[in-house]
């Protein structure tokens, strides 16, 4: 069985910066993806980053120039950082794994990133 955990959230002023980690316990799954998502109260878990194994990333329109991913996919390990941090990055954060076959995505249970001066 594998576990992901997030650490790193907490209460930050805006213009303030957090780094997010994520471990990932149990070795017998590789994983070909892993990403950052977020879900803001009411709102769906929409996608902020992704580490594709290679090294590859994506970013959100919402966060580039600002949020960095960074990891080892091979590792499955992960982290987030976020600078210049605004009232809406405020979320809970979630770490995911994704394993190519079988198609299956595992999910940390979520750290909580508050933006508010």
């Known amino acids: 069985q594998v576990q992901l955990v997030e650490s790193g959230g907490g209460l930050v002023q805006p213009g303030g910066s957090l780094r997010l980690s994520c471990a990932t316990s149990g070795n017998n799954i590789r994983f070909s993806l892993m990403a950052w998502y977020r879900q803001a109260p009411g709102q769906q878990r929409d996608l902020v980053a992704s580490?594709?194994?290679?090294?590859?990333?994506k970013y959100a329109d919402s966060v580039k120039g600002r949020f960095t991913i960074s990891g080892d996919v091979s590792r499955k390990t992960l982290y987030l950082q976020m600078n210049s941090l605004k009232a809406k990055d405020t979320a809970v954060y979630y770490c995911?794994?994704?394993?190519?076959?079988?198609?299956?995505?595992?999910w940390g249970q979520g750290t909580q990133v508050t933006v508010s001066s």
């Open positions: 580490l594709i194994h290679g090294g590859e990333t």
């Open positions: 995911s794994g994704v394993r190519a076959w079988p198609i299956t995505t595992y």
